[in-house]
């Protein structure tokens, strides 16, 4: 099967940066979009950012000039570049793709298990 690992979730102070990695694993044939969720507590799970494989990219209006996503296709990796953070930025992060399986040929929907960021002095 195919699996996301996400890391790079952490605390960081308002005004600071971190850098999320989200790496597909397994039985992949090809990757089409990539994004990044978020859920904080008691709100709805919200797209942040993603990027087609012809490296496209769309953003939430509250992160458009802070976050930058970007992909490696040969490592089969997705990244959200978070500058200028924010309290309100705080959440679980979720990465999200859809992978062609191997050995199918057909695509699946894949979520990583979550990252917790942390914004706050």
């Known amino acids: 099967q195919v699996q996301l690992v996400e890391s790079g979730g952490g605390l960081v102070q308002p005004g600071g940066s971190l850098r999320l990695s989200c790496a597909a694993s397994g039985s992949i044939f090809s990757i089409n979009a990539m994004g990044w969720y978020r859920q904080a507590p008691g709100k709805q799970r919200e797209l942040v950012a993603a990027?087609?494989?012809?490296?496209?990219?769309n953003y939430v209006d509250s992160v458009k000039g802070r976050f930058t996503i970007s992909r490696d296709n040969a490592r089969n990796t997705v990244y959200l570049q978070m500058s200028s953070l924010k309290p309100e930025d705080t959440s679980v992060y979720y990465c999200?793709?859809?992978?062609?399986?191997?050995?199918?040929?057909?695509?699946?929907?894949?979520w990583g298990q979550g990252t917790l960021v942390t914004v706050s002095s």
């Open positions: 999200n793709a859809n992978i062609v399986v191997g050995e199918t040929r057909r695509p699946l929907e894949v």
């Open positions: 990027i087609t494989s012809g490296a496209s990219t």
